[in-house]
């Protein structure tokens, strides 16, 4: 069992994770909650004499063992059995391009190489990883297909035919597919932006944020600044985009750990859908972040928060991403205990078509599942992954968050302690505390609905 209580925004909140309730209460029932459990009314009064109303705290009291016998707070938590879903694939990331026409300084990829020779997947390598998919989803009818790399625009051409090839397959097979394609945005001309806005269900822009920040780690490959060319040809794509799906996604790192005017930034920029993720790096890395800077983060999600509510329903309102928490029509028991799915029902296809748990993992050897021609010949390391869990990590296992985060980012983990058994520790308090954040929002909003 775990309810977690905390104040944010002058709101008394707690929020049990395994029934996934969440309300607002009152300092009395806030205080009482933690102990009504396990101890009685005469005990409960005693603890809490001189601070609060008899009477209040009875009737606190009374509330809170009314749902707890209807199991919606400090319920025992439910036991699951091993999922048995092992070995049917449902999305593969194309690394089109093992390039870039960007030099991020965070860069996972080394700038997009893969620490490796620069290339371009070709049509036919493109063609047999939709087969693979397709071959090896078993009854799964929807499928999803994510342009990556380095910059996938790079290679649009691939892009343009692997679309009209899985179209023609799924009209074949009965599948149906979705398209994502992750871009700098600096080759997003009017062309790109017409096919994009026709054949993809979502598309990821990377921008992160003031001009300062962006050119600072995001220079071309030729040491210019991007910044005005990029923000210029995504507010155009946007302006077109319509209603469909779309995210501009930036980074932040311990050079902007004031990030939340990077997030404001974009929103006054007219984007509406806004995603600011906190770097992942090894230990030692020059922008990395760590524990020492969580209280500072806090503050900056505070501030993102209160612009949300205050923007709302004007004509600069926005979602940020990991604001977004649907406590209703939350995940299935499987996404939430196994989180991604890499290296299972979602992998990698390199450039030459070498299959990898996630795109981070793109050319980590250790990490070799097999290839689109010959499909998957070491599959122990997919099946590590799939054993790795909420379920078997240590650090989740009494953790209040874990139902949403399917226990981090294996890729993270790796970075950290070369282990995907262990867990980002910085990245988890970061993770609560915005989820903190959007549970408060939950509730401001349900005032006002």
């Known amino acids: 069992m775990m309810l977690r209580q905390f104040v944010n925004n002058n709101l008394y909140i707690l929020y049990d994770n395994v029934s996934g309730v969440l309300f607002e209460t009152d300092q009395v029932a806030y205080d009482v909650a933690r102990h009504v459990k396990t101890q009685t009314d005469e005990q409960l009064l005693e603890r809490f004499k001189g601070i609060h109303a008899?009477?209040?705290?009875?009737?606190?009291?009374?509330?809170?063992?009314?749902l707890i016998a209807q199991e919606l707070i400090l319920a025992e938590e439910k036991v699951y059995a091993p999922s048995d879903r092992f070995g049917l694939v449902k999305a593969l990331c194309f690394n089109v391009a093992h390039d870039c026409d960007l030099r991020c300084a965070y860069c996972f990829a080394a700038q997009g190489s893969f620490h490796q020779e620069r290339k371009?997947?070709?049509?036919?390598?493109?063609?047999?990883a939709v087969d693979f998919l397709i071959q090896n989803s078993g009854k799964r009818r929807n499928l999803e297909i994510d342009f990556f790399g380095g910059e996938p625009l790079l290679n649009f051409d691939v892009v343009k035919e692997t679309v009209h090839y899985a179209k023609e397959r799924a009209n074949k097979t009965g599948k149906e597919f979705k398209f994502t394609l992750t871009t700098n945005?600096?080759?997003?001309?009017?062309?790109?932006?017409?096919?994009?806005?026709?054949?993809?269900?979502?598309?990821?822009?990377?921008?992160?944020?003031?001009?300062?920040?962006h050119d600072t780690m995001r220079p071309r490959a030729s040491g210019e600044e991007s910044y005005d060319i990029i923000?210029?040809?995504?507010?155009?794509?946007?302006?077109?985009?319509?209603?469909?799906?779309?995210?501009?996604?930036?980074?932040?790192?311990?050079?902007?750990?004031?990030?939340?005017?990077?997030?404001?930034?974009?929103?006054?920029?007219?984007?509406?859908?806004?995603?600011?993720?906190?770097?992942?790096?090894?230990?030692?890395?020059a922008y990395g972040l760590g524990q020492e800077d969580i209280a500072l983060l806090d503050r900056e999600y505070d501030i993102i928060a209160q612009e949300y509510i205050k923007r709302k329903g004007t004509e600069k309102e926005f979602s940020f991403f990991h604001f977004y928490v649907d406590l209703e029509a939350s995940p299935c028991v499987y996404k939430k205990i196994s989180g991604c799915g890499a290296g299972t029902d979602y992998m990698v296809v390199s450039a030459d078509?070498?299959?990898?748990?996630?795109?981070?993992?793109?050319?980590?050897?250790?990490?070799?599942?097999?290839?689109?021609?010959?499909?998957?010949?070491?599959?122990?390391i997919g099946r590590d992954f799939f054993d790795t869990n909420i379920l078997t990590k240590e650090a989740c296992k009494t953790c209040w968050a874990k139902y949403h985060c399917g226990g981090g980012c294996y890729a993270a983990s790796y970075k950290i302690h070369h282990d995907i058994h262990q867990v980002d520790e910085v990245a988890c308090e970061i993770l609560k505390k915005r989820l903190e954040y959007a549970l408060m929002l939950k509730i401001v909003e349900s005032k006002k609905s």
């Not at 469909?244 to 509406?272: M, P, W």
């Open 54 to 66: 008899p009477e209040d705290i009875l009737e606190a009291v009374k509330e809170l063992r009314v």
């Open 120 to 128: 371009l997947m070709d049509v036919k390598t493109a063609k047999a």
């Open 185 to 213: 945005g600096l080759k997003l001309d009017e062309t790109v932006g017409e096919f994009l806005n026709e054949h993809m269900d979502n598309v990821v822009l990377s921008l992160d944020g003031r001009k300062a920040v």
């Open 231 to 285: 923000s210029e040809n995504i507010l155009r794509f946007l302006k077109k985009r319509g209603q469909k799906e779309y995210y501009v996604r930036g980074t932040y790192t311990a050079l902007n750990k004031d990030f939340s005017q990077d997030v404001l930034h974009l929103s006054d920029l007219g984007i509406k859908h806004i995603s600011i993720e906190p770097v992942s790096s090894e230990e030692g890395f």
């Open 353 to 380: 078509g070498k299959l990898y748990p996630c795109h981070q993992f793109d050319s980590v050897e250790e990490m070799y599942l097999g290839d689109v021609w010959q499909g998957i010949c070491r599959p122990q």
